[in-house]
């Protein structure tokens, strides 16, 4: 009998010793047997967990928020007025411009699209002729929003407040040229806010031919404000254009790199320095070796830009691009990719985790994006991560209610809560003035502790109205609330709501129903115990992890090298609890071996799993075998 002990470390040499009577006892690392390696690049499969140098867990879930939106929603975006005392979300539908606002607790929304002209003035109403195949795409200046989808003018929504607050056309975009014959913009597919201007790429013109190889800039803008014109022909300003040349394709993207503006097309990229002489911009190539997929398909981090292009996964420094993505990575995001949803790919910046995350779809040609991949920075490591449906994932502060704080004071039961606007100093009688408020998830949301209320005692529990998690992702107000499920929707063309969800909630949830539940797993397939000519059988585990709650170990194996995935003998699961078990034992021989770790739900009140995990953190694990002969 051997044992062999996997390590998450990759800089340990083999340590082997002869034991009478055992045979090979000792330490393999994964340099010498990369079957064994627990490093995040050897496992074949995954979801819901956070990985890095030092081990794995399962990653924080998602949190259903009361808010309906339309189905065709996918851009989000934050704003606030002047004076920071309102807040809200700017969201983009196929048809419509939508602001999310914090209303005593709730969220609520609002139709700002404009729908009527101004009188003597250009400014017209958004059409809706937006198209499938386009995405919004958005740029912030000074704090005011400027979105565009390539069918219409660009939308602006100024810093106003709410009862002014509105989406109309951005002047001066498409007013005509100065100079007799010259014809005005009409729109444009990308844009991005970029010192005092504003620079859009893939242009549209009234009466003539589009320029998809054009960028376009504004004149300066004063600082607190857009520019106000766009006008290439005037030569007091010093707003222009710049046709590239055809070879890298149209423009797609628009990404800030150290003061630089990086101009990402379909197979190149071209940088722009802005030189402040009469030329305005000085524009040459960067490089010619990869472009972008879409033009959300790019984020700045850290100086550096990571681009999605058609084939692979980039670190840019502006020179040299270089690929991040491994194999599993690759088909994961490009197996489901088409025509009809490669412009839905989106990346987004999570410095609160320190992660790039990729969103890309769940399942072949649909609009539908089911699978985060999350690249660690610090680590250089890759995770995976389903759950739910969505269209975008946007990283925006937390929105705030403008209403006075109140205090919140649980009485007696879990489905009444009163409210009132002084201090608590008595927790048995509740004061004339109070307000009760039921059900309380329609005011206010939160979780008690391990979501169970038999653990949470809520009798003259006192919370200030307006309390705020750490600020890690999209995050909203909580009070107290009673334990509540809410389904997450599995697929949009059975009827599921579409609603606005946390992403990072502090509870390992991924869904609240068993259709769209999402284990965290780990698993690693191909394992070579020992040689290939021989049967070996693995005969126990000893799991390195630590936690507070069990965990289910799977071990398998096949009888010939290269079987397929549906090929593995699976032995029944065994839980394993790392408070009072220090390994599990199995008999599985075969040539290659399978192991898998998955999370173990928690029960609610009833004894029903509530699809919420405890963590564990998994550093390494031990196999026990013994050779068995031949086949």
């Known amino acids: 009998m051997s044992i062999i002990t996997v390590q998450w470390h990759t800089s340990v040499s083999k340590q082997l010793h002869q034991v009478d009577g055992l045979g090979t006892v000792g330490y393999v690392s994964p340099v010498d047997r990369r079957g064994f390696e627990i490093d995040p690049k050897a496992w074949t499969g995954m979801n819901s967990v956070r990985m890095d140098s030092g081990g794995v867990e399962p990653a924080w879930g998602y949190k259903r928020q009361a808010l309906d939106l339309p189905a065709d929603a996918h851009s989000m975006d934050y704003v606030s007025n002047r004076d920071q005392s309102e807040n809200f979300y700017i969201v983009g539908c196929d048809a419509a411009i939508l602001a999310i606002y914090n209303d005593t607790g709730v969220l609520t929304s609002k139709e700002i699209t404009r729908t009527d002209p101004l009188d003597d003035q250009v400014i017209v109403p958004y059409t809706g002729s937006y198209a499938g195949g386009d995405t919004w795409v958005t740029a912030l200046k000074d704090g005011h929003l400027v979105l565009t989808n390539g069918k219409d003018a660009p939308q602006m929504v100024l810093r106003n407040n709410f009862a002014g607050l509105e989406a109309e056309e951005m002047p001066g975009f498409t007013t005509v040229p100065s100079i007799p014959g010259l014809q005005p913009y009409t729109t444009c597919k990308t844009i991005i806010a970029f010192k005092s201007f504003l620079v859009a790429g893939n242009i549209g013109f009234l009466n003539a031919d589009n320029q998809p190889n054009m960028i376009a800039w504004s004149d300066a803008a004063d600082n607190g404000s857009l520019p106000s014109g766009w006008d290439y022909s005037d030569e007091n300003t010093i707003s222009g254009n710049s046709t590239m040349p055809s070879d890298f394709g149209a423009v797609i993207a628009l990404e800030e790199q150290r003061g630089d503006l990086m101009v990402y097309c379909e197979r190149g990229c071209y940088r722009m320095q802005y030189t402040g002489d009469s030329f305005i911009f000085r524009i040459a190539e960067a490089f010619d070796t990869v472009g972008a997929l879409n033009p959300r398909a790019t984020c700045s981090n850290r100086g550096l830009n990571i681009v999605v292009s058609r084939t692979d996964i980039m670190l840019s420094d502006g020179q040299a691009p270089q690929s ?308």
């Open 324 to 631: 991040i993505a491994d194999g599993l990575v690759r088909k994961e995001l490009f197996g489901a990719l088409s025509q009809t949803n490669d412009h839905m790919v989106q990346v987004v910046e999570y410095p609160a985790k320190s992660e790039v995350l990729v969103i890309c779809p769940g399942k072949q040609d649909s609009l539908w994006m089911g699978t985060v991949l999350a690249w660690s920075w610090i680590t250089n490591t890759w995770s995976k991560r389903n759950g739910l449906l969505m269209r975008c994932l946007a990283n925006v502060p937390q929105l705030v209610s403008t209403v006075d704080p109140l205090q919140w004071h649980a009485q007696q039961t879990y489905d009444e809560i009163y409210r009132w606007g002084h201090d608590i100093t008595d927790g048995t009688t509740l004061p004339p003035a109070a307000e009760q408020i039921n059900p309380v998830t329609d005011v206010i949301d939160s979780t008690p502790d391990e979501q169970d209320p038999d653990q949470y005692d809520i009798l003259a529990a006192d919370v200030t109205y307006g309390t705020i998690l750490a600020d890690e992702g999209v995050l909203y107000m909580f009070g107290i609330a009673t334990y509540a499920k809410a389904d997450f929707p599995e697929d949009q063309e059975e009827g599921a709501e579409t609603n606005i969800y946390q992403f990072d909630w502090f509870q390992y949830s991924y869904g609240l129903s068993p259709t769209a539940n999402r284990t965290p797993y780990i698993e690693r397939r191909g394992i070579n115990v020992s040689n290939d000519e021989t049967v070996q059988m693995v005969t126990a585990v000893y799991p390195r992890m630590e936690g507070a709650g069990p965990i289910e170990i799977r071990v398998g194996a096949v009888d010939y090298i290269g079987g397929a995935v549906g090929d593995i003998r699976w032995d029944p699961a065994v839980v394993f609890n790392p408070e009072t078990d220090y390994r599990i034992t199995c008999r599985v021989a075969g040539r290659r071996h399978a192991i898998r770790f998955d999370a173990v739900s928690k029960v609610d009140q009833n004894g029903e799993p509530n699809y919420a995990y405890s963590n564990f953190r998994l550093a390494g694990y031990d196999l026990e075998f013994s050779h068995v002969g031949r086949r």
